[in-house]
């Protein structure tokens, strides 16, 4: 039963997506690509179409996965599912133990949840590092270098560096990837 | 129910207007409830705040759920929390029905493969903007080097290892360390884990 499987994919995503935004971005990224449901690039096309949208991208992704499987249902039944685990947590929090986070087991557990968060966000922009660029996917992979992506990634970090040094500036993620969605016709395209 | 259409609108504005992630819209939700409308005062928003961040599901969503609770029930929960979804619902929604063969354009294509770079390094910089607003202790320096590598090794040998359990078993470890540090002694536990 898809829609069944659509909607508790995505509650178990909810239910443990703690940090916010790229908090889930692990667990997403897992279960996406270990049931079919998107490619490897297909998912980094889709982050940024998350974010050069409004919205969460638990949510949004929990839409279009759920529509691209499933239609209308499908994506009702994924973002039901992606939502309704926290909707649960915060009324019984708004409703009875207001002070949660003065317990301090509540804090014990969070100051383990907290670098776990940042370990596994971290751990997967390196796999993705690996392969994008090197086409490095598992142990039996063989190597590929993509010198464009390498390019494109010193012209990003330099531009960064150079507004932050200079002007104390920084760019947004929606002006990031216009200039790397040109970047990547120009070198591409050559 | 003038104030749970007024919520229902409100919602469904800071829905449409959510770019850049759960942060950007603290500032909106700010203005809205506490300047413009004052049906929550600053320590109550901060609370929010607060419990927004440390549970699970977007930061959007949970203030949404919580704010529309406040002010109206559980009705008003639930209608704030459809209403913030539902603009980026529309969007995607349509977006997914070419989104394929939007792709499928040589041009478009290209373009995305500038674009996949660009997410990998946004992806890495909020690890790293993370990474500074963490403690600097121990335990927390261990579990983040632990995860790290576990989780790199994992996917090079194509080990079914689901982040849950890395996010349950952190969790329980620093239960663990917190009773440790109790039963040693070492300070309290405002000390420990403020």
């Given at each position: 039963m898809l829609y069944l499987k659509l909607f508790l994919t995505f509650l178990e995503i909810g239910a443990v997506s703690f940090g916010g935004g790229y908090g889930m971005i692990s667990l997403i990224h897992e279960k996406v690509i270990s049931y079919g449901w998107l490619s490897e690039s297909?998912?980094?096309s889709f982050i940024?179409?998350?974010e050069s949208t409004p919205g969460p991208l638990a949510v949004n992704m929990a839409t279009f996965i759920g529509s691209?499987?499933?239609?209308m249902v499908g994506?009702?039944?994924?973002?039901?599912?992606v939502v309704l685990p926290s909707f649960i947590v915060i009324i019984i929090i708004a409703a009875l133990i207001n002070n949660l986070l003065k317990f301090a087991g509540v804090r014990a557990f969070l100051s383990g949840v907290r670098p776990c968060i940042t370990a596994l966000i971290i751990g997967t922009a390196i796999t993705m590092f690996l392969s994008y660029f090197i086409g490095f996917d598992n142990i039996g992979s063989s190597i590929s270098i993509d010198w464009r992506a390498f390019v494109i990634l010193a012209l990003l970090v330099g531009l960064n560096l150079l507004l932050k040094l200079r002007f104390h500036k920084k760019l947004s993620p929606i002006v990031m990837i216009l200039i790397s969605a040109a970047l990547g016709v120009i070198l591409y395209g050559i | 129910m003038k104030k749970i259409l007024n919520l229902f609108l409100t919602f469904l504005k800071i829905g449409a207007f959510t770019?850049?992630?759960g942060y950007a819209m603290i500032a909106l939700l700010e203005h809205e409830f506490i300047d413009k409308k004052g049906w929550l005062d600053r320590d109550e928003f901060l609370d929010m705040t607060a419990i927004a961040e440390s549970t699970p599901g977007p930061i959007a969503t949970n203030s949404a759920t919580y704010i529309g609770y406040r002010i109206a029930g559980i009705a008003g929960a639930v209608i704030s929390t459809i209403a913030v979804?539902?603009?980026?619902?529309?969007?995607?929604?349509?977006?997914?029905?070419f989104f394929d063969r939007f792709l499928e354009f040589r041009y478009v294509a290209y373009a995305f493969r500038g674009i996949q770079v660009c997410v990998v390094y946004l992806i890495a910089s909020v690890g790293i903007g993370m990474l500074k607003t963490l403690k600097k202790d121990v335990f927390t320096s261990v579990i983040l080097i632990l995860v790290i590598i576990l989780n790199i090794v994992?996917?090079?040998?194509?080990?079914n290892f689901s982040s849950i359990f890395f996010i349950l078993i952190s969790?329980?470890?620093?239960?663990?360390f917190y009773v440790i540090r109790r039963i040693m002694g070492k300070g309290d536990s405002d000390d420990a884990l403020s």
């Open positions: 297909e998912f980094l940024a179409v998350s691209s499987q499933g239609g994506a009702l039944a994924a973002t039901a599912g | 770019f850049g992630g979804c539902i603009p980026s619902f529309v969007i995607i929604y349509i977006i997914s029905l994992f996917t090079v040998f194509s080990v969790g329980v470890a620093g239960i663990g």
